[in-house]
């Protein structure tokens, strides 16, 4: 194994070269739009006709919805329709991107996890233990019942495993175990350090978490997998966020 110093500013150069060389590329960076469309041209123009294998690592945010704290039925599986979340739109056209260039004589899939928790989580939860910091109490956002399927970290790594073994070119994957609505999370952390909980309106939420961490705590984002389960027989070990989450 030779490891490569790479960066998509200072060593961009250095970084296609190596993925080059590489039999299959990870992309599981966290660009902005206008760098991540710039690096996904460069690494399918550097593996074209190669059969080698490009994966793309999206998220679920690509069909979130703006409810304010409130529930939302809808939930999306692999190949169904969605309004494409604004800010998202170029990420969904990073994704397009990745699956059509299947046809340029390459292997190429999309894993879209939901919200993903475990060690380290910077997610939801983290987010809940920062609202107590701030203000006292365990927060969500208007009702609380905005709702993101959730993944534990190692369910999406095997995910990847079973992608890499017998995956399809051209073919999007969703990673999903359960649901938790923020209002049950605020629950858990209050219980966890003996706070109260609270609802806070859009502007209050900006204030605790920012603009857009306010948007993310107010809004659904819920899907299925079924071709994930079909195709590649994942099944997740860890599907209760509830009882398995410790403190960030």
Not at 66 to 82: C, K, L
Not at 202 to 225: H, K, N, P, T, V
Request: aromatic content about 6%; overall charge negative.
């Amino acid at each position: 194994m030779t490891p490569v110093a790479g960066d998509l500013e200072a060593r961009l150069p250095e970084t296609i070269a190596a993925a080059r060389l590489a039999d299959t590329v990870v992309y599981a960076a966290a660009a902005d739009p206008a760098q991540e469309t710039a690096t996904l041209d460069d690494l399918i123009q550097a593996l074209a006709d190669s059969g080698k294998t490009l994966v793309f690592l999206s998220g679920t945010g690509v069909f979130l919805q703006r409810t304010a704290g409130s529930w939302s039925e809808a939930g999306f599986a692999e190949d169904d329709p969605f309004t494409v979340e604004p800010l998202a739109a170029a990420r969904k056209a990073a994704e397009d991107k990745v699956l059509a260039a299947a046809s340029r004589d390459m292997r190429t899939m999309v894993i879209r996890p939901g919200l993903i928790w475990g060690p380290g989580d910077h997610g939801h939860l983290s987010m809940v233990y920062q609202s107590v910091a701030a203000t006292g109490a365990a927060c969500y956002v208007g009702e609380g019942l905005n709702t993101y399927s959730h993944v534990h970290i190692d369910d999406v790594t095997r995910l990847f495993t079973l992608a890499l073994d017998k995956g399809t070119s051209g073919a999007l994957y969703h990673a999903v175990a359960g649901e938790t609505p923020n209002r049950w999370l605020a629950e858990r952390v209050a219980d966890d350090l003996g706070c109260g909980t609270r609802g806070v309106d859009e502007a209050e939420a900006a204030e605790i978490w920012g603009e857009f961490g306010a948007l993310i705590m107010a809004s659904s984002s819920r899907c299925r997998a079924p071709r994930t389960r079909r195709q590649l027989g994942w099944e997740p070990h860890h599907s209760d966020m509830l009882t398995i989450a410790t403190r960030p």
